[in-house]
């Protein structure tokens, strides 16, 4: 069984999907395409790249995703992603915060379609990588098929053709970011009709879905679906996308195996002095539905143990687990 490289993929998420977070994520599904958290051509050209571009081989299939408007920054960052083996480009078009509004990038570039086509242009020009838009579909709160509609045909004309679309307007002032992921209405009919219009471009459906059920009800309409923060909170959802998605294996047989490679994936990091607790915080939503998975929870995140080895926490955290299962079954 053979799909397209987008048919499922984890959202750049700031503050969340860093290389520690993707190699939790690879541990249960294999075939999912991965998202950096988005990064701006001018900490690359200016700042830390090894600090911003570093990843485990074992993330592979991994997507770097600029911010930016600059088209020659963003060819020179599009080369750095390339020479660091990243499989994929992506420009975001579809922050709202008002810092990146600030930085001329994000949500408000859809505003300026010939200018993020020329990005565009200057990238697939720099490298042989796929270079691919992540966008809204609108800004503000005008409500226009027409706009995505020649946003998404201008920039094709540069050729882009995968477009990820966030089935929101963003709304560019008077509300946060994480409001921005709620408040504007879901318009999922404006991501087909996009698909109907432009059937030779992947368009890839993003924003709302927390099913399984959901996913297999999208695929039905565009060519790949683009799970955020479910995808961070309920990782175990993606524990058989491999198998229901694409027809292969899952990588996992159960949340201990993933919890003891996440383990040795830890003490790997404290060898090299990175500590244990900057990968622990992602993988706090593991047991997330299961009883004792609070008291689990709870040890993993406390902040008195941070001295502790991530072995000893470990042991100390399946013990307040069992202890609560226990718990559970007494009472019953």
């Known amino acids: 069984m053979t799909h397209n490289p987008w048919r499922l993929s984890v959202a750049p998420m700031m503050d969340w999907t860093d290389r520690h977070c993707r190699y939790f994520h690879r541990l249960l599904t294999r075939h999912t395409r991965l998202y950096t958290e988005m990064v701006t051509t001018g900490a690359l050209l200016h700042g830390n790249v090894p600090r911003h571009l570093d990843f485990n081989v074992e993330e592979h299939p991994v997507a770097l995703q600029l911010g930016g408007s600059e088209p020659a920054d963003l060819a020179l960052c599009a080369k750095l992603a390339q020479q660091w083996g990243y499989d994929e480009v992506n420009l975001n078009c579809g922050c709202p915060s008002e810092r990146v509004q600030r930085g001329a990038f994000g949500a408000c570039l859809m505003a300026e379609p010939q200018l993020v086509a020329d990005g565009v242009k200057a990238m697939r020009d720099a490298v042989s990588l796929p270079v691919t838009v992540k966008h809204r579909i609108g800004i503000n709160r005008t409500e226009s098929y027409e706009f995505v509609r020649d946003f998404v045909g201008t920039v094709a004309q540069a050729g882009c053709d995968v477009f990820i ?111 244990w607790t900057h990968v622990a915080r992602h993988v706090l939503g593991l047991r997330n539905g299961l009883a004792g998975a609070r008291r689990w929870r709870q040890v993993w995140s406390d902040h008195l143990l941070k001295s502790e080895s991530a072995a000893t926490v470990a042991a100390l955290a399946r013990r307040a687990r069992l202890q609560a299962l226990e718990e559970t079954a007494a009472a019953r």
């Open 165 to 275: 679309v966030h089935a929101r307007n963003a709304w560019l002032k008077g509300i946060s970011p994480k409001e921005n992921r709620e408040l504007p209405p879901l318009r999922y009919e404006t991501v087909h009709r996009l698909k109907r219009d432009f059937p030779a471009l992947t368009i890839v459906l993003n924003g709302g879905v927390k099913t399984n059920a959901q996913v297999e009800e999208q695929l039905a309409h565009v060519d790949g679906v683009m799970l955020g923060r479910e995808a961070y909170h309920n990782p175990w959802l993606m524990a058989d996308w491999d198998q229901r998605f694409f027809g292969l294996g899952n990588p996992a047989a159960d949340r201990d195996e993933v919890e003891d490679a996440m383990l040795g994936y830890m003490l790997q990091g404290a060898e090299a002095g990175e500590p």
